[in-house]
């Protein structure tokens, strides 16, 4: 009954036709319905299975699911597979209701080169994850200014941080923090026992030397737990740093007070555990990280 008048205030007497000839929009337009549920209805009010509608929206759900997985695209194959799996229906033309799809803006279709294969094929991405994606990285190419302090300069003043501090850094520790210095944006990456805590301890204490705002931050709890006790300094979640409104069970609905409009207030963040970071949360941090600010990615 709940579901019902939630349907009827959204289309009022239109209602009947949509039910009538494309239950689908409900999954579009009603929190709460899925495709399932409208496939279930279609199928009560006799709508054919191989329905342009249904196959246009299994296609759509099938992308959805994909990114629960980790996915923001399928190969074009991929989704046919799939989709076939989820109808099962034969898909004549999957390209027409691909382009459909493209033209009602819900999806964004790109032929790349797939790399392993060396051939090309056709990404099929939902049209909310394709921009977001675009934007992330538009975002990291303006963060990553270069920094006009002479070399010699940088080398004296580590020098001195690292005669202060009794470190030793070997070549390529030494290079990463030189590069952390010169750079608006670094990805400093290695495996366990390769010294990346030495290097980020480095780069936080020549930071500090030069007075600087630091913020270090991680995915989780016990990664940021880890981070404090690996670098004497206090760590938090990603989350907190952006200072999370409300705590909702969806990560694509949530929200954060820090943003475009309220930046992150520090000269320097450095984020550990990098890898389990997914697009949502990777595109809300860059939003709250002005151009100036130093971001590590590690």
Do not use: W
Not at 261 to 286: C, G, K, R
Request: charged share 30%; aromatic share 6%; with cysteine.
């Amino acid at each position: 009954a709940k579901l019902a008048a939630k349907i009827y205030n959204h289309y009022g007497m239109r209602v009947y036709k949509v039910m009538e000839e494309n239950p689908y929009e409900l999954a579009d337009n009603i929190e709460g319905i899925g495709f399932r549920t409208a496939d279930e209805i279609a199928a009560r009010i006799g709508i054919h299975t191989d329905s342009d509608y249904r196959i246009k929206s299994g296609l759509f759900y099938t992308l959805q699911q994909a990114v629960g997985e980790g996915h923001i695209y399928l190969p074009q194959e991929e989704l046919l597979r799939r989709a076939r799996t989820l109808l099962e229906v034969e898909i004549d033309d999957i390209e027409k209701h691909v382009m459909d799809l493209c033209i009602e803006k819900k999806v964004v279709m790109k032929e790349c080169v797939n790399e392993n294969k060396n051939e090309n094929e056709i990404r099929i991405y939902p049209a909310h994850y394709y921009y977001m994606e675009l934007n992330t990285a538009k975002m990291l190419h303006d963060l990553n200014i270069n920094c006009d302090m002479p070399e010699e300069m940088m080398e004296r003043r580590l020098c001195k941080v690292e005669r202060a501090e009794e470190i030793k850094l070997d070549p390529k520790q030494h290079t990463a923090v030189i590069e952390s210095i010169k750079h608006g944006l670094l990805v400093l990456t290695g495996g366990p026992g390769t010294g990346k805590t030495t290097t980020i301890n480095t780069i936080i204490r020549y930071f500090e030397s030069e007075d600087m705002e630091i913020r270090l931050a991680a995915p989780t709890g016990r990664a940021a737990k880890r981070m404090t006790e690996a670098t004497g300094c206090e760590a938090q979640t990603i989350h907190r740093l952006l200072e999370l409104s409300g705590a909702p069970e969806d990560d694509k609905n949530v929200s954060f007070m820090r943003n475009e409009e309220n930046p992150i207030d520090a000269d320097v963040i450095i984020i550990d555990e990098m890898s389990m970071v997914d697009i949502f949360l990777m595109n809300s941090l860059l939003k709250a990280v002005t151009a100036g600010t130093r971001l590590i990615l590690v």
